[in-house]
């Protein structure tokens, strides 16, 4: 009995031995079996044959039937998949401020002078910001009445600040105040055609000392509604040009201002400002705010896939923040995919200096924030 029992069970070892050396070794129970960790006969219906102890037929130590170690399924040795990135280029996309300024015969009064103390506050804004914003200046009336029909006197443009602040400087306060007439020259392309071109991000800043008395039609002294003020406004933004609106001293007139204001979307109210700092502060302000970090996409089509599109600000990739939500990273701005802004951390970063070379690539995942 214990001798059958030593018997049976050598035989069974046996079995299994050759049935391991054989199917899986060097092929000697199944001759299709290559001998290199590679299953190539059909009888088994693709199962694993080969003597490397996973459940797939490549011959390698993992299960992903690719032939490396880690546990993806390209052919490198990272566990994560990897994808074909190219570069290309980002284009900055230019702002352009026009500042309309109200020149009528009030800005003459006090001392010292409304006008005098308006050139003091341009004067600083277009040596702070005149490297980043694209200005632009006009006035109203032109004359002694309530004419608005010269030409602009600067068009927007890069590097004009010196031009514009020779023309303000020589500039005196007359006439009336043709408030409407003034705003309505720019829905004419031909008007400031710079300014009103495309390509760019367009802000009309409106500085008034007084309520528009010149009406519609500019002839005459009719009151200017705050109803015709507010259409005209949402007329210029249908155009792509946001209006802000500052106040400049006790004349101004705040039915006027807030329709303007309200219809001129930017989302903020008329600024009341009295003196030449207040009023300096309030057009840094518009300038801080008009500032952004906006970029057009020009190759390759982005619409392709919105989802494979990353930065990097000196190699650092910077996560899509959808919606600047948390402020940290870039967005959309636009549902064809072709403009991006970065949001407010990201952008102090470029405005400050901080950041010497954006890198843009397509063909990998978006990055979002974490």
């Known amino acids: 009995m214990i001798r059958a029992f030593i018997l049976l069970t050598g035989m069974v070892l046996t079995m299994f031995f050759w049935s391991v050396v054989g199917c899986e070794g060097g092929g000697s129970a199944n001759s299709a079996d290559s001998g290199n960790g590679t299953d190539t006969d059909s009888s088994d219906g693709g199962a694993d044959n080969d003597a490397d102890g996973d459940s797939d037929a490549d011959g390698d130590s993992d299960a992903d039937g690719d032939t490396d170690t880690d546990t993806d399924t390209d052919t490198d040795t990272n566990d994560s998949e990897v994808c074909g990135e190219d570069n290309f280029d980002i284009q900055f996309v230019p702002v352009r401020l026009m500042i309309l300024q109200d020149l009528s015969r009030s800005m003459s009064e006090e001392n010292p002078s409304k006008w005098s103390q308006a050139q003091g506050a341009l004067n600083s804004i277009l040596d702070t910001w005149g490297d980043q914003i694209n200005f632009g200046f006009d006035r109203f009336p032109n004359d002694d009445n309530c004419g608005v029909s010269a030409p602009v006197i600067v068009d927007c443009a890069a590097g004009n600040t010196t031009n514009i602040k020779t023309r303000i400087n020589t500039l005196t306060p007359s006439g009336h105040t043709p408030l409407y007439c003034a705003m309505n020259q720019f829905t004419d392309p031909g008007y400031a055609p710079n300014f009103t071109g495309p390509d760019a991000l367009k802000y009309l800043l409106l500085v008034s000392d ?77 300038a801080n705010a008009v500032v952004t970090c906006t970029y057009d996409i020009k190759a390759p089509d982005a619409t392709a896939d919105p989802n494979n599109v990353n930065f990097y600000f000196d190699g650092e990739v910077v996560g899509y923040d959808e919606g600047c939500v948390k402020g940290t990273g870039w967005t959309w701005t636009d549902d064809t995919h072709t403009r991006v802004e970065f949001c407010d951390q990201a952008c102090d970063k470029l405005k400050g200096g901080e950041v010497k070379t954006v890198k843009a690539t397509f063909g990998c995942p978006t990055v979002p924030v974490t």
């Open 210 to 286: 007084g309520a528009g008395n010149c009406g519609i039609a500019c002839g005459g002294h009719a009151d200017e509604t705050p109803e015709q003020l507010g259409e005209l406004t949402t007329e210029l933004l249908g155009q792509g040009i946001k209006t802000y609106v500052i106040g400049f001293g006790s004349g101004a007139s705040p039915d006027q201002l807030q329709a303007i204001a309200q219809a001129g979307g930017t989302g903020q109210e008329w600024v009341d400002a009295q003196d030449q700092q207040t009023l300096q502060d309030a057009i840094s302000s518009i």
